[in-house]
């Protein structure tokens, strides 16, 4: 069947079979080549008016994968390891692991017509301003975790923390069994060896990273000055690292680091289901090994500078120093500091004058070993058992005394005559007490 813009191309090309126009005129205004429309003419005057309509008009494509194989595409993805599987994490699955290649728009239509996919109504969305990236890597790197069911019940709970370079999309990641300080920590310490200290880290405003101020119950609504708060441990780790710390306000203020979650959460959750993943070990091998390397490949964009913004640890920084919890102590008089509820002793060739009395910094370190440092030295210590309390025996408790202001007894005096008792100089006698001269 002819369309109307056949019949506007066979009215152009019977102009120039007239020579009303030109050849070049007429391949100008149907935008092809002058050969083409020496073609059409030729095919005119054999087939007629037909030579515009292509031969291959309504004759399926010789490209058109067989209707066997899509059948065979629809039951591989109707199988439970597949479920919620998009068209585009399919074709990839479909490729990689059964070896039918397909564009992910095709098994986009297999899965509408095997009722695996639904087409979504597309949702309008709160506009943000947009921010430009960062120019150089290293520049600003987005951190955060992620709570989820990583294992979808195969395993433990376990976390995704996740660091985003804003310039450049490079992801470094780990599952750990815990959202805390001392598992943040671990993640920073591989990332500075990896890469070096980034100028910036932009995160949320967790207790890990910020310490609150407290407000009384009574006074929520009172508009007082912002106090100044101590670092969190994390927080003075990066000072000592000479790293920046920006937080954000909203969670679309960190979109780079949220979006590559939502992506995790899809692609790497049935991607570990697909592998049979079941504990934290198994998980990073599969983050590093697999969904790491991919998104270094398909998601990772190059920076508008080329030069690495990262800077290298000196000699001075020290990872374990840092990266462990770290508070003060006085020194006893007797050259000992506690921690935890146990004694340690400083030991003898370590002693100093002012030492004694002195603060020191005790750091509690990822390994759980100990260290305490004055000044700049780090002192031997040895863990020493704390002195037992001498309890006294136990004594009568004395009588207690009459409260202020309460009530005399009134019957202190029942029963006693005045007439009858002895006169105050035979009282004086009987009491042992000698008269004076």
């Not at 405003?205 to 708060?229: C, L, N, W, Y």
């Not at 840092?322 to 500091?337: F, K, N």
Request: charged share 30%.
């Amino acid at each position: 069947m002819m369309t109307q813009a056949d019949r506007d191309r066979l009215v152009t090309l019977k102009k120039a079979k007239k020579k009303l126009i030109t050849q070049r005129e007429a391949a100008e205004e149907l935008t092809i080549s002058v050969r083409q429309v020496k073609r059409l003419l030729y095919r005119m005057k054999k087939h007629g008016d037909k030579a515009v309509v292509h031969g291959l008009r309504g004759k399926p494509s010789n490209r058109k994968i067989a209707e066997k194989l899509a059948e065979e595409a629809v039951k591989i993805l109707s199988a439970p390891v597949y479920e919620g599987f998009g068209p585009t994490l399919a074709s990839e699955y479909l490729e990689k692991k059964h070896g039918i290649k397909a564009s992910k728009e095709t098994v986009r239509k297999w899965m509408i017509c095997g009722r695996l996919w639904r087409r979504k109504k597309a949702k309008v969305k709160q506009a943000h301003p947009w921010r430009p990236r960062r120019s150089r890597f290293g520049e600003l790197v987005q951190w955060d975790t992620s709570e989820h069911d990583w294992l979808e019940g195969r395993g433990e709970k376990i976390y995704l923390i996740a660091m985003i370079d804003d310039a450049t999309s490079r992801l470094f990641a780990r599952f750990v069994r815990q959202d805390s300080a001392e598992e943040n920590m671990r993640v920073l310490w591989l990332y500075l060896e990896k890469f070096g200290r980034p100028v910036a880290f932009y995160t949320d405003k967790a207790s890990i990273f910020q310490t609150a101020e407290k407000h009384k119950r009574d006074e929520p609504g009172e508009k007082k000055d912002p106090v100044e708060m101590g670092p969190t441990q994390i927080g003075r780790a990066l000072r000592e690292f000479g790293i920046a710390w920006m937080a954000a306000h909203s969670p679309q203020a960190k979109g780079r680091v949220e979006r590559n979650f939502a992506t995790a959460q899809d692609r790497l959750v049935k991607g570990m289901r697909v592998a049979g993943v079941k504990t934290l070990e198994e998980a990073n091998e599969y983050l590093i090994h697999q969904y790491l390397v991919w998104w270094e490949r398909e998601m990772t964009v190059e920076p508008a500078n080329a030069d690495d913004a990262h800077r290298p640890l000196e000699k001075s920084h020290n990872l374990a120093a840092s990266l462990s919890h770290v508070e003060t102590r006085r020194v006893g008089r007797d050259y000992t500091v506690r921690w935890n509820g146990k004694l340690y002793q400083i030991g003898r060739p370590a002693i100093t004058p002012g030492l004694r009395k002195a603060q020191v910094r005790v750091e509690q370190r990822l390994d759980g070993s100990l260290a305490i440092r004055h000044r700049e030295q780090y002192l031997p210590i040895e863990a020493c058992e704390l002195p037992q309390k001498v309890r006294s025996a136990a004594q009568p408790k004395p009588a207690s005394k009459p409260r202020s202001g309460a009530r005399p007894n009134k019957d202190w005096c029942h029963g006693f005559d005045l007439k009858k008792a002895p006169k105050v100089w035979q009282a004086a006698q009987t009491s042992g007490n000698r008269q004076r001269l």
